[in-house]
C-alpha cells in the first residue's frame, strides 16, 4: 500500500511540474513622481490612502488628496505637471504617453479644491489630449499653464 501511495504522490507531483507555468502579473507601471508633497498629502491607491512623499511614484487610477494644510506636486512622463493645492481631490482616470510619437492621453477628474495643470510633451502632437473633468464642466488642454478650482 506505501508504495501505490509514495507512486501516486509522485506522479502528482511530477504532473504539476510539468503544467504550463502563469506568467506572473505585471507590475503596474509608474506613469508620474510626486516632486513636492506637504503637509497632509496622499495618494489613494485600491482603496489604500498613502502619504505622498518626494519620488513616490503615480500610478494610471491613483486619487491625489490634500487635507487643510497640503499640497501635492506632480509631474507625468510626458513633463505635464500638476499641483494641487490645500483641500483637493483630484483622480487620474486614464493616461498614456508614447514618448517616440508623443501622442496619448491624460483624463483627469477633479472633485474638489484647486489644480494647477502646465501640459506637457502630450499637446505638442495633440493638443487636447489632456482633459481635466470637474462636476459643472470638460476642459481640453491645448497647451497651456492654468488653474481651476471646484468648490465644495
Known amino acids: 500500500m506505501k ?8 506522479a502528482i507531483a511530477i504532473a504539476l511540474l510539468s503544467l504550463p507555468s502563469l506568467p506572473a502579473a505585471a507590475a503596474p507601471t509608474a506613469i508620474g ?5 506637504t503637509g497632509q498629502a496622499f495618494l489613494v491607491r485600491g482603496g489604500a490612502r498613502l502619504p505622498a512623499k518626494v519620488n513616490d511614484a503615480v500610478l ?4 491625489i488628496e490634500t487635507g487643510a494644510d497640503g499640497s501635492v506636486g506632480v509631474t507625468f512622463t510626458d513633463n505635464t505637471s500638476f499641483s494641487s493645492g490645500p483641500n483637493t481631490q483630484v483622480a487620474i482616470d486614464n493616461y ?3 514618448p517616440a510619437n508623443l501622442k496619448g492621453k491624460l483624463l483627469a477628474q477633479l472633485k474638489r479644491g ?4 502646465r501640459s506637457g510633451d502630450l499637446t505638442k502632437q495633440q493638443p487636447g489630449a ?7 464642466t470638460v476642459l481640453g488642454v491645448r497647451g497651456t499653464t492654468f488653474v481651476v478650482s471646484v468648490d465644495e
Open 33 to 37: 513622481k510626486v516632486k513636492v508633497a
Open 3 to 10: 508504495s501505490k501511495a509514495g507512486l501516486f504522490r509522485f
Open 96 to 98: 498614456f504617453f508614447d
Open 114 to 117: 484647486t489644480l494647477m495643470v
Open 60 to 63: 494610471e487610477h491613483d486619487q
Open 130 to 136: 489632456i482633459q481635466v473633468k470637474t462636476p459643472r
